[in-house]
């Protein structure tokens, strides 16, 4: 079980890095350009189209194992998930900027790009495992010796 539970962590580590690296370069460029007066609707956008990276890359990497053949289901909750993990990120960067009075630049980075990530992140992950892809590994799949030797502890 733990095991499993460090390979799927690992994976969906790299995948956040890439993630946010594509949420924080578009945020940066939408903050210094056509948004830079409205940081809270660059966020929105800029996590969105990380989003659908994240979309891909643990359906059929991090989470390939515990897919299920409903992907609608998976991907409409996969949605309702990172609305939620969005939440997280817009609720702190929205206190720094607007109930502490930081409005720089670096100030929203952090708020947002920083400690709401590291909260949304941990609430995605489980979300993602308990909730998303949460469809027992089919044998022969890579993971599911894992989860079967992780049921039998």
Not at 126 to 152: C, N, W
Request: hydrophobic share 50%.
């Amino acid at each position: 079980m733990f095991l499993l539970l460090w390979r799927e962590a690992a994976k969906f580590g790299v995948v956040g890095g890439v993630g946010w690296i594509i949420d924080n370069g578009i945020y940066t460029l939408l903050w210094h350009g056509p948004m830079g007066d409205s940081t809270l609707k660059a966020r929105v956008v800029s996590t969105g189209i990380a989003i659908l990276f994240s979309w891909f890359a643990d359906r059929y990497r991090t989470f390939s194992h515990r897919r299920s053949k409903r992907h609608w289901r998976e991907f409409w909750m996969f949605i309702l998930m990172n609305g939620l993990g969005l939440g997280i990120v817009l609720t702190c960067q929205f206190v720094s900027r607007y109930v502490l009075g930081y409005t720089s630049f670096t100030a929203d980075f952090i708020a947002g790009g920083v400690i709401g990530l590291i909260l949304g992140t941990i609430f995605r992950f489980l979300a993602y495992r308990y909730f998303v892809f949460k469809s027992v590994p089919e044998p022969g799949l890579p993971g599911a010796e894992l989860e079967k030797e992780s049921a039998r502890v």
